[in-house]
């Protein structure tokens, strides 16, 4: 199936332009390897996360007055889980 040309509303072309050049850069620093490019960006998405919830965990309740946790109930609705265990 070809790729179907961006929205309208997709980055502007200076952005793209920086994109482009962190894509060419990431895949010159795994030698290459495209597949080993996506795993180190998995890597450190995954680190990302991690950091992510434990500043949140460390933030005061009641400074952000809940947004968190409504946040996360709508990542999971978005999702399809209804955060049962």
Do not use: K
Request: aromatic share 4%.
């Amino acid at each position: 199936m070809p790729l179907s040309a961006p929205p309208a509303h997709a980055t502007p072309p200076i952005e793209d332009a920086a994109l482009e050049a962190a894509v060419d850069q990431i895949i010159a620093d795994c030698d290459g390897n495209q597949r080993a490019a996506i795993r180190a960006l998995v890597v450190a998405t995954g680190f990302l996360e991690r950091e992510l919830d434990r500043v949140r965990a460390e933030v005061s309740h009641g400074f952000v007055r809940g947004r968190y946790d409504n946040l996360a109930h709508a990542e999971q609705l978005a999702s399809g889980h209804s955060g049962e265990r």
